[in-house]
């Protein structure tokens, strides 16, 4: 038997890609129970997952940012949330939340050279091209790809 059928069904949503219905099921379930932290952070994950849905799928930035930013509330030291909030904000031209938010990845896993990537892409994108050069050269550091094209 399972503590909350909420949570089953708002994991079933977010498999099918339906993440405001996945939301609403996590928020019921928390209603039930505010300390339930599975749903907490699933409810999190839902977040950004609808979050990089409208970015990368849609082309729709203001509603990612909403949707990214309630993530990042719930998962402030989430890698994936913060790279999604770091790319979303540079594409909105906001160069300094795009390097504070990629400068979060760097502390979250500082042995990921992508990472350094998007931080210096950031800076050049800022005009700041010594912080990114130097980004960029710690990237081929980590890994000598790192900057070729996927």
Known sequence: YYKNPYLLMGN?????????????????????DSEFAD???NR????????K????????IVKALQYLN?????????YETNRLLGVANGI???NE??????KKCIQLEPENAGAYVNLGNAYYNAGQTEEGAAM???????????????
């Open 12 to 32: 079933a949503y977010v498999y099918l890609e339906q993440y405001d219905q996945a939301i609403e099921s996590y928020n019921t379930a928390l209603k039930l």
């Open 39 to 41: 749903a907490i952070n």
């Open 44 to 51: 999190g994950i839902a977040y950004r997952e609808a979050g």
């Open 53 to 60: 849905m409208y970015g990368e799928k849609r082309g729709d």
């Open 70 to 78: 309630q993530a990042h509330a719930a998962l402030p030291n989430d």
């Open 92 to 94: 909105q031209g906001r």
């Open 97 to 102: 939340q795009a390097i504070a938010f990629f």
């Open 136 to 150: 960029h050269q710690k990237a081929l550091s980590i890994d000598p790809n790192a900057l070729r094209p996927q």
